[in-house]
């Protein structure tokens, strides 16, 4: 009964990250990503010069944090729904570069450390 039990697991796992990636699945993926990754280095550094300018530095922070955590959530709503749909997607999916992009934005969901 275990083994039947961690076959079916294993199986359950190797599933979602075998999916099979059309071409246009890939394109639409990658597409996201750029999005995704464009958006997330943006806010990645500190606040934009205009905030300094128009607030004071504690204001300007308090106010790029609230902005970058918003823009952070939304991307992880993405991520999850990419991850979920194809699974981990690594070199042998969508190649080194776009692979990297979404490394990189599951590491800055700070707020989800188990999905980290």
């Known amino acids: 009964m275990k083994?039947?039990?961690i076959l079916l697991f294993l199986g359950f796992i190797?599933?979602?990250?075998?999916?099979?990636?059309s071409n246009s699945e890939k394109e639409d993926i990658i597409?996201?990503?750029?999005?995704?990754?464009?958006?997330d280095q943006k806010y990645?550094?500190?606040?934009f010069d205009y905030l300094f300018k128009k607030y004071e530095k504690k204001e300007a922070w308090k106010i790029f944090e609230t902005m970058r955590d918003s823009v952070g959530l939304e991307n992880q709503k993405k991520?999850?729904?990419?991850?979920s749909k194809?699974?981990?997607?690594?070199?042998?999916?969508?190649?080194?570069?776009?692979?990297?992009?979404?490394?990189?934005?599951?590491?800055?969901?700070d707020n989800d450390?188990?999905?980290?």
Not at 31 to 39: D, G
Not at 79 to 83: A, L
Not at 113 to 116: G, P
Request: aromatic share 18%.
């Open 14 to 21: 190797s599933c979602n990250s075998t999916k099979i990636i």
């Open 44 to 47: 990645a550094g500190g606040p």
């Open 31 to 39: 597409s996201e990503l750029n999005y995704i990754f464009n958006i």
């Open 113 to 116: 450390i188990k999905f980290q």
């Open 86 to 109: 194809y699974g981990y997607l690594g070199y042998d999916k969508i190649g080194k570069e776009y692979s990297r992009k979404f490394w990189i934005t599951i590491q800055h969901a």
């Open 79 to 83: 991520i999850k729904k990419m991850y």
């Open 3 to 5: 083994k039947t039990l």
